[in-house]
């Protein structure tokens, strides 16, 4: 990405967004449906509350040794393997959920469930772990000291620290010694108009088990699919409303 | 021989010159202000998600990275390099490259690696998820 200059077409989508909530508004008192008007955004707006973006994996359709997802978000944002697994930075793993009865065992790809009630925001004593109006929990990692509350938090463990002096960082991807990061559903490419890379992946060299989409938008594929086939949440009784759902586990 | 009142104060510096004919605010503005734009803007992209930011540290890089002469990118923080010349004169430390790459990324970057090979029906199906208006 380079250039990013002034250009009349920054202008425009800046208009149109406020043009859009004029229509919200006067459809309001028509008593509509509004919830269709919500829509991804252009690379130039903000996060809307309008959306929530949510991930839906159906684990049988999850292979047991497949770890497509894994290597491709590893990928994505240099997530390299410094051969010290008890502290290498992990945004998503597989894990076999093992149902104690009957020794039935589902793998899973574990991530950030992406809460609407974080336990890791309510800790961060910085203000670093937030909440974006569309849902994504990330770090800011310019704000965040390394102490790691979050990651005691989340009942999850999907959050790493890294401990090491970092080289080769990709541009869209900035992490680096003395910080906590997770998965951040790969903002750098929903936030104009891309699916994340673990999802990608999962559809070009795993089983297509993920479905990822606005979960605000009645009519998205992921929505449909939650409101017509049972799915479940990962600790429901923690009441986080997760981002992320599971089906058939 | 020049007044020295007319002397920028960076002039007696010896700083690599960016890439095209002008930054994206005129120099002089650049000099005294650049920090100020960029944890501005970067709080933009880092809290409301907006990737059209003006002063972005990316494209800083971009066009402010010298070339070795083996063709090669020489990190913008290096000694002597655009992001150091000043900062060394004064003092200033700035950690921003310890996260952030120093080097122009030559992989298209928003673009991803893997969609050029996405197979069409994917392809379609993650357009439309993610429901670009």
């Known amino acids: 990405m380079s250039g990013h200059s002034e250009n009349p077409e920054t202008v425009d989508s800046k208009r149109r967004k406020l043009m859009v909530s004029a229509v919200v508004a006067s459809l309001a008192g028509a008593g509509l449906n509004l919830v269709e008007l919500a829509m991804a955004k252009t690379s130039s707006e903000a996060t809307s509350k309008l959306v929530r973006w949510g991930l839906l994996i159906d684990t049988q359709k999850c292979g047991n040794g497949c770890d497509a997802c894994v290597s491709a978000c590893n990928t994505e944002h240099n997530l390299e393997d410094l051969g010290r697994p008890e502290t290498d930075a992990q945004w998503i793993r597989k894990i076999d959920l093992v149902d104690e009865q009957t020794s039935h065992v589902d793998s899973l790809p574990m991530l950030c469930q992406h809460c609407e009630n974080p336990p890791c925001v309510d800790v961060c004593p910085t203000g670093a772990s937030f909440r974006r109006d569309d849902g994504i929990v990330l770090v800011d990692k310019h704000t965040c000291i390394g102490c790691r509350y979050c990651m005691i938090a989340c009942p999850y463990k999907a959050r790493s620290f890294v401990h090491e002096s970092l080289t080769n960082q990709r541009s869209w991807s900035p992490r680096g010694k003395g910080v906590v990061e997770s998965c951040t559903f790969c903002t750098h490419r929903v936030d104009v108009g891309r699916t994340p890379a673990c999802v990608e992946a999962c559809h070009v060299e795993g089983g297509g088990a993920m479905t990822f989409g606005d979960m605000m938008n009645p009519d998205s594929e992921i929505s449909l699919s939650l409101k017509n086939e049972p799915s479940r949440q990962i600790r429901e009784d923690l009441k986080l409303n997760t981002g992320v759902r599971y089906r058939n586990v | ?133």
């Open chain 2, 1 to 133: 021989m020049m007044f020295l009142t007319s002397v920028s104060s960076a002039d007696w510096l010896d700083i690599p010159r960016g890439k095209g004919d002008t930054c994206i605010e005129p120099a002089e503005i650049m000099r005294k202000q650049h920090m100020q734009f960029l944890f501005h803007d970067r709080d933009l992209t880092m809290r409301e998600g907006d990737r059209s930011i003006r002063h972005s540290l990316v494209d800083c890089v971009e066009c402010h990275t010298q070339t070795s002469q083996q063709q090669e990118a020489i990190p913008i923080n290096g000694s002597g390099q655009f992001c150091s010349v000043c900062h060394e004169a004064v003092s200033v430390k700035i950690d921003c490259f310890s996260c952030h790459a120093a080097v122009p990324d030559n992989l298209p970057g928003y673009s991803g690696s893997m969609s050029a090979i996405l197979p069409g029906s994917v392809n379609a199906m993650m357009k439309k998820w993610a429901v670009i208006p």
